[in-house]
């Protein structure tokens, strides 16, 4: 099979001598640095502690769903388990997962800058959100939530013992640190670009990052503000959100979705601004209509806060405004659509290579169009009442959310690796986990469709004998997916070490931060660069190749 | 095409590491390249913040709006409870001190310490008699036993003292419970951020007597003048929506 | 770096605003403060609440395009603000959508 790869000679091959991983030492330079690559890597050993403790709490799950009994776990126990699967995954690790790792080591060296635009508030948001994981892991610790990771009031307010303030005020410090998060990418896009470097020059990355940023922005504080007066209601019975005092539990629904709902593209605009790197990397294209996939970025990331109502169609709204929000709910298709298809485009005649980013990238696109459009069958009003609170929405978030952003994150994280290392992982056993993580998902999620379809509900640990074919083929398709997921942490820290010398560019790709060392100096670049090309550009990277050729010989 | 303009050579490191700010004054970050992109980072920064603080109101706002057309008089009532002259007093004295911290920045930007101490200092002494007077204002709540919770009572509500308040039926008159628990939470997260603000300015003045901010670098004075002014925003709104509904009665 | 062809450096030169104009907006803030006040005592029916926004709307411009020097700023601010002014009225609107018409045709 043909590869793009190109690596230094290993004999002579050697690391820089100087980058930002050996320019300080110790546990204090790590913990009170303020480069924007040292705090990616930080987070990156977090959000992979926090994805293990949800896998954990998953394989739990699907171990139970194996009988049609509750016979594992006491029913609550399971209550416990699926809500902290929830609450980790979603902000524990998906929401920071390709952003605050990926896109926090990237953007700088993306738009040309030395370093994000405030370092200490970047610092400050990986403390919040170690301290917003700390809350959440002494909530479980303590006993426990069984609110799920919805905390639907009443349900959250007045009949649960569990310690739903502990978890909300971890959600609370997480949620500030993604705000943070957004805030410097948001500065860093607008002021920090390096001369030339106009915004239809930037990478789709950086597109894909500053439409997650607006909603990270906008969205988060409306779910603190909303997370604040559960813990109120809780602790002083106020009445906001309780019937009986005259409040509205559905308002609840409408601050907590006004937040949840755009955070589902915070969840999958970065593994799609991932995507449209690795798409043109290995295809040798410019990506199909540059400016069509920036601007939906931003489209979803608008649409994305008019649609939250559809999460409640069932709940009691009014049936007109539910139709509003249920065609709105459609229209986000189009924007997630013109993606698909200009990565189509893309990679029409183009010169495929098959390296691992590239094969999670088929991954992503296969799985996250399965979710995209059973979304669609959730946005229709009638079609939504039959399959709401079954295991077809918890197939369909899972296809875009695992199927899509995990394997964005793992295709980033691949793609990347050599930068971020200076070395390479090895290709064979990780295009095996990449298939097998396919595999994998597929036998896991697909049958759950079925299962929904046929009216198992979810959030029960049991469940009728008739259904238990399927959920066989779930929890062993699990299992798979586990044997996917912890290639990657083995191999990975091995390449470490004994990783093979990756040198500037492996990928011979265009952007900005292939031009520099891998890995980058503190400072990223020696001087900041001038942006004279397109992004994309494979002709101005061979020319520049090939006068480099000519200068040495 | 300018293949040379992104260095890539190691060998041009040891330039990297020197300072490479001779030129530039102390106070400028080392991964910023000028004065005025520091200070357009720093002042837009700050906007977005606001722009987080602006949705993290908004949803005590909308909560507001909803249960005050469901349960208008009960709001009606709950408001009119509330002392209109220490409301308008504080109102005034929350606009006097946006006045002397806009005056501040003033100072800072020509450069004059001992104004800037001065105006930072009555801006603190402002914003202290805004929250000393607001906890006369919670202390009479206490007293009314109008603070939600399990000590709230409706009793002067469905029996007014006062001859010209309508008296409410039982059901509405719990609803005014409603009502106080927004104006603690809306007035409550308010008094915060001033807090937050006051011990701010504390640290401002201390710093600004050692001229931290008059020798050009007035990014900290500007942007916490925004916070400021931000704070007294919310007010501007909070005060007519809390005190002010239906008062002719 | 001679050529700077992005927006970001071309306000480098803040505008000072001189306190005479401080002082005003200041003195107009507190007749206002008094004005919807005193219209509160005055039974306008609806026009009670919408004057007393329209007010505060005006006294909130005020504070904003002057005492934060946004009249002065650049045309990246005036949007940042103005995509937050935006979004809270989507967050208000869009749940009055529900609120408004859950009751229709139930009667």
Not at chain 1, 77 to 98: A, D, E
Not at chain 1, 179 to 204: A, D, E, Q
Not at chain 2, 21 to 37: I, N, S, W
Not at chain 3, 61 to 67: A, E, K, T, W, Y
């Amino acid at each position: 099979m043909s590869t793009i790869v190109s690596l230094p000679d290993q004999a002579t091959a050697k690391l820089p001598a100087k980058s930002y991983l050996n320019q300080e030492y110790g546990l204090m330079s790590w913990l009170l640095t303020g480069d924007h690559k040292r705090i990616a890597i930080l987070y990156m050993i977090s959000i992979s502690f926090f994805f293990v403790i949800g896998g954990v709490l998953a394989g739990l799950i699907r171990l139970e769903l194996l009988t049609p009994p509750s016979d594992l776990m006491a029913t609550d126990t399971y209550n416990k388990v699926f809500s902290m699967h929830g609450i980790i995954m979603v902000f524990l690790f998906l929401v920071p997962s390709v952003p605050a790792t990926i896109g926090n080591f990237l953007i700088p060296l993306m738009v040309g800058a030395r370093d994000l635009a405030f370092p200490k508030i970047n610092l400050l948001s990986w403390y919040l959100y170690v301290g917003g994981g700390i809350f959440v892991l002494s909530a479980m610790v303590l006993g426990g939530v069984d609110t799920g990771w919805t905390f639907t009031t009443p349900l959250s307010t007045h009949y649960l013992n569990t310690h739903v303030v502990t978890a909300a005020m971890g959600i609370f410090l997480a949620g500030f640190s993604s705000i943070f998060t957004g805030l410097n990418f948001i500065v860093t896009v607008h002021r920090m670009r390096c001369p030339g470097m106009t915004w239809f020059r930037l990478p789709l990355f950086v597109w894909g990052h500053y439409a997650t940023s607006i909603i990270m922005i906008l969205g988060t504080p409306v779910l603190a503000i909303t997370l604040v007066l559960v813990a109120l209601e809780r602790t002083m019975s106020i009445g906001v959100f309780d019937p009986t005092k005259g409040g509205d539990p559905l308002l609840f629904q409408h601050l907590f979705w006004f937040y949840s709902h755009p955070a589902v593209y915070i969840m999958i605009l970065p593994g799609m601004a991932v995507i449209s790197e690795v798409i043109s990397t290995f295809s040798r294209k410019r990506v199909f209509g540059y400016t069509a996939v920036a601007f939906s970025s931003v489209a979803i990331a608008v649409f994305g806060f008019l649609v939250w109502e559809h999460h409640m169609f069932i709940m009691g709204v009014s049936q007109y405004s539910a139709l509003v929000f249920s065609l709105m709910t459609m229209l986000v298709a189009v924007p997630s659509a013109i993606k698909i298809f200009n990565w189509s485009m893309t990679l029409y005649k183009g010169s495929i290579t098959f390296e691992t980013p590239m094969l999670y990238a088929f991954g992503f696109i296969g799985l996250f169009t399965i979710g995209g459009l059973t979304g669609i069958f959730l946005a229709t009003l009638g079609m939504d009442i039959h399959l709401t609170e079954t295991y077809f929405i918890v197939a369909h978030f899972h296809f875009v959310m695992v199927g899509g952003m995990l394997m964005a994150y793992l295709a980033g994280v691949h793609f990347w690796w050599p930068k971020m290392t200076g070395r390479m992982y090895p290709e064979a056993i990780s295009k095996t986990a990449a298939v097998i993580t396919f595999i994998g998902f597929i036998v896991t999620f697909f049958p759950q469709f079925l299962l929904g379809y046929l009216g198992m509900p979810r959030r029960y640990a049991a469940y009728p004998a008739d259904f238990q074919v399927l959920n066989v083929f779930s929890t062993a398709g699990a299992s798979i997916l586990g044997i996917g997921y912890m290639l990657p942490m083995l191999y990975l820290p091995w390449s470490l070490i004994y990783g093979q010398i990756a040198g500037n560019n492996p990928w011979q790709a265009t952007g900005l931060e292939w031009q520099i060392q891998s890995p980058p100096l503190t400072e990223n670049f020696v001087e900041i660069p001038i942006m004279d090309h397109e992004a994309y550009d494979y002709e101005w990277l061979a020319n520049k190749t090939q006068h480099e050729v000519q200068t040495v010989g | 095409m300018d293949s040379q303009s992104i260095a890539t050579t190691p060998e041009e490191l040891d330039r990297s590491v020197l300072p490479h700010a001779h030129e530039h004054p102390a106070f400028l970050r080392h991964h910023f390249e000028d004065v005025g992109q520091q200070r357009e980072a720093a002042s837009f920064g700050m906007w977005v913040f606001l722009l987080t603080e602006v949705m993290f109101f908004g949803g005590l706002f909308c909560a507001y709006l909803i249960f005050r057309n469901w349960y208008h008089p009960a709001f009606v009532a709950g408001s009119n409870t509330l002392d209109i002259a220490l409301g308008t007093t504080n109102t005034a004295v929350l606009i006097c001190s946006s006045f002397t911290m806009a005056m501040a920045v003033y100072s800072a930007e020509i450069r004059r310490r001992g104004q800037l101490i001065l105006f930072l200092v009555l801006t603190i002494l402002l914003g202290s008699v805004f929250l000393g007077i607001k906890a006369v204002e919670y202390h009479q709540k206490y007293v009314e036993h109008h603070i939600p919770g399990p000590s709230f009572s409706i009793q002067d509500f469905v029996h007014p003292t006062n001859p010209k308040a309508i008296p409410l039926a039982p059901d509405m008159a719990e609803k005014t419970q409603l009502y106080f628990f927004l104006y603690f939470a809306m007035t409550g997260m308010h008094a915060l951020h001033m807090i937050i603000g006051i011990a701010l300015l504390f640290i401002m003045v201390a710093r600004a007597s050692k001229g931290a901010y008059t020798e050009g670098h007035v990014i900290p004075v500007e942007n916490f003048g925004l916070y400021w002014h931000f704070v007294d925003i919310v007010w501007i709104f909070l005060f007519p929506l809390l005190y002010l509904i239906s008062r002719y009665r | 770096m001679t050529e700077k062809t992005q927006e970001t450096h071309q306000d480098a030169e803040v505008h000072v605003v001189k306190p005479p104009i401080y002082l005003a907006i200041f003195l107009t803030l507190l007749a206002l403060t008094a004005l919807t006040t005193g219209i509160s005592f005055i039974d306008l029916g609806v026009f009670n609440a919408v004057i007393a926004l329209a007010i505060a709307c005006f006294k909130a411009s005020l504070v904003v395009l002057f005492f934060m020097h946004l009249h002065y700023s650049s045309r990246l601010l005036k949007l940042t603000v103005a995509a937050g002014i935006f979004t809270f009225l989507l967050l208000i609107s869009l749940t009055m959508t529900d609120y408004i018409s859950r009751a229709w045709g139930m009667f």
